[in-house]
């Protein structure tokens, strides 16, 4: 399988694994499994840390590429398309790192590792709870 990992699973898989669902740790640990990290969860982590909202991410921020190679994840880039697919979709939820996120996977047809509920308004989107 293809598993791209939301931003908290990352965190969590990097920071507090205990965090994770039995289901979600055995799909990380799988290594049958290609794990992908989205370009916007670097984005997100940098600026949430930035605005004290994710204090203890400060490991992640400043060793970002080290916590990908260690989980074994590749980082997945963000394209012009598939921004504006995270723009135009039609689901009435606001947070753009989220809608990339599902734009991304539904896209390239992933498996979103997420404990976020929120995700269920994509109707299109495969999720790994």
């Known amino acids: 399988m293809r598993l791209l990992l939301d931003t908290h699973v990352l965190l969590w898989a990097a920071l507090e694994p205990h965090q994770l669902s039995d289901r979600q740790r055995e799909a990380l640990e799988d290594s049958d499994n290609a794990l992908l990290v989205s370009a916007a ?13 994710l204090s203890h991410a400060g490991q992640v921020v400043h060793n970002y590429p080290q916590v990908l190679n260690a989980l074994a994840a590749t980082e997945l880039a963000i394209n012009g398309q598939t921004a504006r697919t995270a723009g135009l979709l039609d689901v009435d ?37």
């Open 41 to 53: 969860s670097a984005w997100e982590i940098a600026t949430k840390w930035r605005l004290g909202k």
């Open 93 to 129: 939820h606001r947070d753009p790192f989220d809608r990339l996120l599902a734009a991304q996977a539904m896209a390239d047809d992933l498996l979103l590792v997420s404990s976020d509920p929120a995700f269920r308004l994509f109707p299109d989107l495969e999720l790994l709870i």
